[in-house]
């Protein structure tokens, strides 16, 4: 079928991408794109440069194409045309490129510092919950007096929590008040760098750094392995520190736990500020979904609400993602906002993808006691020794994750604990396992030994 709305269409299937690339290529290829029309078997996307043109149509247009022809059940091709922020073309510039078709390069335009900032991240739009407001005085706080207050300023947290935001949110006030700021993520400083050495324009590149008031780098982890990225960094940051220039750096993990990361640097970015975000709880993933309906001006039954803020717990990413994609189902298929709706729309998302909810909940308490070497008592039992709480944490995640136990039955098979001490337990550990190998293995092993488990006693 023919699909007339293809800014709705292109929401999905952006909804499902977000899900299914890495942050970095999300926020640099995708976010600032918009679906322009969709005329006979050519599905075309707005997008902001014919350099994001280029490297879409080489990098991603696969997996574009593989989404596109999912949501609108038809073949298609893919075309990328040049256009204004607010989607209307720009005539005689436009750029199209056909998918799977040769063209010839094209150069990016020098560009302005502090490029790629998204008008939507805002401090007035960053919803503030338990889980990041420390984080988010501390980004105000900076923005207001940079250079003073706190000088680094590590913002750190898993993917799709809110680093970014509150690096572009900095940028945009600074901005406001007048100061020369720039915004890059890691791979891109790392880019800059290694364009330089290619090209002779070492000292452009020292310039383009240090020239500069406010410096913000996305996902610092990024050059932690590469020795001369590093080194160059390294220099960068004392340049910047030493004439009082603030620098704010997101990273995925604290920075001490990063690999390869020398003491010297270390000790730089822990002599200021480290300020970590967590998982939303239920509140915020609410507020935070009410906030986007109110942006986006549509009125959104509150059970719709409360379900996606109950069944897409992990990041804010993730709840966007199932937000925009239930609000582009009702959309295309001129269906109400209801929970059926809501159901269908997270029901295939990748993250939305959990084990039967038929586990057994006694056998998971006794696998996770057995594999941690406790008792089933242990684990219901009132002490808050290290090892026994992070097992019944683990138990916490398993449960909330595995079966359709609600949150008060969950506390009372972990020893009559209330829903709330489940919620944080299972959002712990679902942050840590963003970053943490160890305790992703030990959650296979656990499964692994249920798995045998069931496989016995069929």
């Known amino acids: 079928m023919i699909v007339r709305l293809p800014r709705e269409a292109w929401e999905t299937a952006l909804g499902r991408l977000q899900l299914e690339v890495t942050r970095h290529n999300y926020d640099t290829w995708l976010k600032d794109t918009v679906g322009l029309d969709h005329s006979g078997d050519v599905f075309t996307i707005g997008v902001p440069s014919a350099f994001v043109a280029e490297c879409l149509e080489k990098r991603m247009t696969p997996i574009i194409h593989k989404t596109l022809k999912a949501i609108l059940q038809r073949e298609i091709v893919i075309a990328y045309t040049v256009s204004q922020a607010d989607g209307v073309a720009r005539g005689d510039n436009a750029l199209s490129l056909r998918a799977q078709t040769a063209a010839e390069p094209v150069r990016d335009r020098a560009r302005p510092l502090g490029n790629g900032l998204n008008n939507r991240y805002t401090f007035d739009s960053f919803v503030v919950g338990k889980s990041n407001r420390f984080a988010h005085a501390a980004a105000v706080a900076v923005a207001e007096n940079p250079g003073h207050s706190y000088n680094p300023l590590v913002l750190h947290s898993g993917g799709g929590l809110g680093k970014t935001h509150l690096l572009h949110a900095i940028a945009h006030h600074v901005k406001a008040k007048g100061l020369q700021y720039l915004y890059v993520s890691a791979e891109q400083f790392t880019n800059d760098f290694v364009s330089a050495l290619r090209e002779g324009r070492v000292e452009e590149f020292r310039a383009k750094y240090r020239n500069i008031d406010v410096l913000l780098i996305d996902d610092i982890q990024f050059i932690a392995g590469k020795e001369h990225s590093r080194e160059t960094f390294f220099h960068t940051f004392n340049d910047l520190h030493l004439a009082s220039k603030q620098i704010v750096i997101s990273s995925d993990a604290l920075p001490r736990s990063l690999p390869l990361l020398e003491d010297r640097f270390l000790s ?109 008592d242990d684990l219901r039992a009132k002490t808050r020794k290290k090892n026994i709480a992070h097992a019944r944490q683990v138990a916490a995640y398993l449960l909330r994750e595995d079966t359709s136990r609600s949150l008060a039955e969950i506390g009372q098979l972990l020893g009559e604990r209330g829903h709330s001490t489940v919620l944080r337990a299972h959002d712990k550990i679902a942050y840590e396992l963003n970053l943490d190998a160890e305790l992703r293995k030990q959650l296979g092993e656990v499964r692994d030994s249920l798995d045998r488990r069931r496989s016995h006693s069929a």
């Open 268 to 376: 730089r970015l822990e002599g200021g500020l480290r300020a970590e975000i967590l998982p939303p709880d239920l509140e915020t993933r609410m507020a935070i979904l009410t906030k986007k309906a109110q942006q986006m001006q549509v009125a959104v039954p509150q059970d719709v609400v409360d379900f996606i803020a109950h069944k897409v717990p992990r990041n804010i990413r993730e709840i966007e993602g199932a937000f925009n994609r239930l609000l582009a189902m009702s959309q295309l298929t001129n269906q109400p906002l209801t929970l059926d709706l809501a159901s269908q729309a997270i029901a295939d998302l990748p993250t939305m993808a959990k084990r039967p909810a038929t586990a057994n909940p006694q056998e998971i308490v006794e696998t996770v006691a057995a594999y941690f070497g406790l008792t089933s």
